[in-house]
């Protein structure tokens, strides 16, 4: 305990000392995690939007001005026999119209100055969500295509599934990025405690020469970089927390009738508390490589 007291007092006062270095490796620190941990805080919410979109998986089927019931009948024979569908329902274009301006009163005004209604009946269709069922949504959606009366058919799999390569392609691209100013920050952590330690080359001598354990000659060196390491880690959570909470209120709020947004959360205190350990074993290594090498 002894030790460790002299080291972490030692490297306070050996932050203290050079405190524009010290801000300097640690605000790198700050940056290279909370790049990582944007990266992070997006793909979660993606996967888990697109979890609960999935689970509420439908298909849209868009008709055309003036079919008639016999075709209407026709493309619900085909939604029925299909047996995928676990159930459905019929929106009018005068119900089309009403959920838009609803779901988008800003642009209510520019629908009303139209004229005509623009928005086509549809029918949206529930489906199963089983993996197993894919192939036959695909069935499904080339047969109603060509029907008469049907003007188009969306799928919500479709972009789901382009959500999901969107997502693998942001945690590759994170974790990269994330990677480079993680070696950078330990880089300029073991500058810094590089100087420290040339700074107090002396004293470090003498302290060889009488006998000391090297716990005392490196441990504070180490314990720099390690507390930078904290520090940095606690100012990126700071930081990622306070554009979380200006983002969703701002942006998300206003979409809470298009999207669940209680599903969009901030990182989990166990992914918090790994970034912070993240963040002091970064000081460690840096600081650690510095004072060997000294």
């Not at 520019?110 to 969500?129: F, I, M, Q």
């Not at 441990?219 to 700071?238: D, K, R, S, Y």
């Not at 002091?280 to 650690?288: A, E, N, Y």
């Amino acid at each position: 305990m002894s030790a460790l007291r002299y080291a972490v007092d030692e490297a306070l006062s050996s932050l203290w000392r050079g405190r524009q270095s010290g801000m300097l490796s640690t605000v790198t620190i700050a940056l290279a995690l909370f790049v990582l941990g944007g990266f992070l805080l997006l793909t979660s919410n993606l996967q888990r939007l697109g979890a609960a979109w999935s689970s509420a998986a439908e298909m849209s089927v868009y008709l055309k001005d003036g079919v008639s019931p016999a075709e209407r009948g026709a493309i619900e024979n085909v939604l029925v026999s299909a047996g995928i569908a676990t159930g459905r329902e019929y929106v009018s274009k005068d119900s089309a119209l009403t959920r838009f301006k609803q779901a988008f009163g800003d642009l209510a005004l520019a629908v009303d100055t139209a004229g005509d209604n623009p928005l086509p009946a549809s029918y949206e269709v529930r489906l199963r969500t089983a993996s197993d069922d894919r192939a036959n949504v695909e069935s499904l959606a080339a047969r109603l295509r060509p029907m008469a009366g049907v003007a188009d058919v969306r799928y919500d799999r479709q972009w789901l599934d382009r959500l999901q390569a969107a997502i693998t392609v942001i945690r590759g691209v994170g974790l990269v990025l994330g990677s480079v100013l993680t070696i950078a920050a330990a880089l300029t952590v073991g500058n810094v405690v590089r100087l420290a330690l040339h700074a107090r080359r002396d004293e470090l001598e003498i302290m060889q020469l009488v006998g000391a354990p090297q716990v005392y000659i490196r441990g504070p060196f180490v314990m720099e970089g390690i507390l930078q390491g904290g520090t940095g880690a606690a100012l990126a959570l700071v930081a990622l927390l306070t554009a979380f909470a200006v983002v969703r209120s701002r942006y998300l709020v206003p979409l809470a009738s298009t999207i669940d947004i209680s599903s969009v959360r901030f990182l989990p205190v166990e992914l918090c508390v790994l970034v912070v350990v993240g963040g002091m074993l970064v000081g460690c290594v840096g600081g650690l490589v510095a004072a060997r090498n000294s």
